[in-house]
């Protein structure tokens, strides 16, 4: 046992295997964050995970980050990390400051982590494919997991426990963002079991956030199926993808959900009673308005982190990613946050670019399937607060790393390196 435990210090002291020693850490951390074990296991919630996590990612930051390390740091990683900076700062100012040193220190400070381990220590694109399956597969199996155990919030599909997706609204949001992933993996695979799971998981994901009745879910992931359509059915040159969403909106179509077209019509219209609404439209309506006003009030530095509900009594959440940074964390956030969503989309479009996006389908399809669920996710996060959840920061740290692979490695590179390669029809550069 001393031997093996001197043979493993005499191996952490290679930058090689510390590298990929913190990559498989935070691979073990996206896990227990996506799949979230402790919101569906009885009693397993008195351990505390976000603690354990928390440490594992510090590990992680002292493995990958060590003097060997390049210190060549992304720019959306300074950005995390100057938004983590100045939440720091606004905390003397906050309304509760406890509270808020808690969001900053114990949720927002492990954006900073993942964003800036996982950008120094992936060096391959099978290690960025294996971090969107962690992501997409949670995302499929705990939207099947609330289907069949059909729970359900004032009669609308809930998410597993009570933890980050037990809100309807929540669930449906994350799905319409991860829908892009899974589907990506719909094309990758060539195994028939693999594409009937990913097909099911699609077509319950579609189901389920119908079954939410969210409106912003809706049209989060509306945006995202026709983003996905779009880029990998007419760019794509897969034109059997479009005669397969007709059919799918054909089928849907009658198997929605009671008086769904009502709550749908309640986006543009009057609000009618039995569309599920239950006044949450004018609630959300006057939580804009008053996130707005305390912005107005306190501009630079917000109310703090987390603030919001306390500082208004009204015990609610914007329910608007914007709004939160902009109330709670002062304008310069917002201003920080909406930045680092260009940076991603810039990234993206630097892929597409690159020497690598013809001849590799993987970085073709990841790309995509990133910049849809982005695009997703611009439209969600009017109707929903994530501002100190890791999803948006996943979806940014996905585009970096795509971005850095595409740049630094060369077409035979890749297919030397990706055996798995989906034979389809090379994109039209026209």
């Known amino acids: 046992m001393a031997t093996l435990a001197a043979k493993l210090v005499e191996d952490l ?61 992304p720019v959306e990683v300074k950005l995390i990390f100057a938004m983590f900076l100045w939440m720091i700062i606004t ?11 808690l969001v ?14 996982l950008t120094l220590t992936v ?57 892009p992933l899974c589907f990506a993996f719909f094309l990758i695979t060539n195994s028939i079991f693999k594409k009937m799971f990913w097909g099911v998981s699609l077509a319950a994901m579609v189901y389920a956030v119908m079954a939410t009745y969210s409106r912003s879910g809706f049209l989060a992931l509306s945006l995202g199926m026709v983003l996905c359509l779009y880029e990998f059915g007419i760019r794509g040159r897969r034109m059997y993808l479009v005669a397969i969403a007709v059919g799918s909106v054909l089928l849907f179509a009658p198997l929605s959900p009671h008086n769904y077209s009502k709550r749908l019509y309640s986006i543009v219209g009057e609000r009618q009673r039995g569309d599920k609404d239950n006044g949450s439209a004018e609630a959300r309506e006057n939580l804009l308005r008053d996130s707005l006003v305390v912005t107005a009030q306190h501009p630079v530095f917000g109310v703090g982190p987390g603030n919001f509900p306390s500082y208004t009594k009204l ?3 914007t329910h608007n990613t914007y709004t939160e940074f902009s109330s709670e964390a002062g304008i310069p956030a917002l201003i920080m946050f909406l930045f680092l969503l260009r940076r991603s989309f810039w990234n993206l479009g630097k892929v597409r670019r690159s020497k690598d996006y013809g001849p590799n389908d993987e970085m073709r399809l990841f790309a995509g399937a990133v910049w849809a669920g982005m695009g997703a996710y611009l439209v969600g996060a009017f109707f929903s607060c994530t501002a100190f959840q890791l999803f948006p920061y996943y979806m940014v740290t996905y585009s970096v790393l795509l971005y850095k692979l595409s740049q630094e490695t060369s077409p035979t590179k890749v297919r030397l390196e990706q055996p798995l390669v989906v034979r389809e029809r090379v994109y039209s550069h026209a």
């Open 104 to 117: 900053v220190f114990l949720q927002f400070s492990k954006a900073v982590v993942i964003s800036l381990i």
């Open 13 to 73: 002291k290679s930058p090689k295997v510390r590298s990929k020693f913190a990559y498989r850490v935070m691979l073990g951390f996206s896990f227990l964050y996506f799949f979230r074990p402790e919101d569906i296991i009885p009693h397993l919630n008195v351990i505390p995970l976000a603690k354990i996590t928390g440490a594992i990612a510090i590990i992680a930051l002292v493995m990958g980050t060590g003097k060997d390390r390049p210190r060549k740091v």
């Open 315 to 317: 015990w609610r959440v």
């Open 123 to 179: 060096s391959h694109l099978m290690e960025v494919r294996k971090l969107i399956s962690v992501h997409a597969l949670a995302v499929a199996m705990m939207t099947l997991g609330s289907i069949v155990v059909n729970h359900r919030m004032n009669g609308r599909l809930a998410g597993l426990g009570e933890g980050l997706i037990s809100n309807p609204n929540d669930l449906a949001v994350n799905i319409a963002i991860s829908w």
């Open 91 to 101: 905390i003397p100012f906050a309304y509760w400051r406890g509270g808020s040193f």
